[in-house]
């Protein structure tokens, strides 16, 4: 895995329900850091696992006024959950999720917020 800390523009897609319909609240995050492994295939055998990765996103670099815990979010401002659809560099406002080309899903999140020597940060581990 190669760790490239060069500051990255992500898309998160982040749902929520409305009316009885699915829908996905775009928000656009600029300098977060992003390693990802691919999965290499060598004839029928998978060498590495599948397509995965972490998304280092920090609070310095967000709105944190905007940020809404998982449990509250219906659909304003943002949230760090599970089965948000993340897309590497500026994703285009989408009516459904099919018109998405590779999106990451999140699987993990991790919220350190309590060091007093690292910068507080969320962890986004994505497939």
């Known amino acids: 895995m190669l760790y490239d800390f060069t500051p990255q523009t992500i898309t998160i897609y982040n ?24 999965a290499v295939r060598l004839g029928q ?8 990765g972490k998304v280092f996103v920090y609070e310095k670099d967000l709105n944190m006024e905007r ?3 998982p449990s509250k979010f219906i659909g ?7 089965e948000t659809l993340v897309v590497i560099g ?11 080309t590779n999106p ?3 699987i993990g999140v991790y919220h350190n917020n309590t060091s ?5 940060h969320f962890i986004l581990e994505i497939v």
């Open 15 to 38: 749902k929520y329900v409305r009316r009885g319909s699915v829908r996905y609240k775009r928000t656009i995050l600029n300098r977060c850091k992003i390693t990802t492994k691919d």
């Open 116 to 120: 007093f020597v690292l910068d507080h």
């Open 76 to 82: 304003r401002g943002f949230t760090f959950a599970n």
């Open 104 to 106: 990451y899903t999140v």
């Open 67 to 69: 940020y809404v815990e």
């Open 90 to 100: 500026e994703g285009e406002k989408i009516e459904s999720v099919s018109e998405l």
């Open 45 to 52: 055998v998978e060498v590495q696992g599948s397509n995965s």
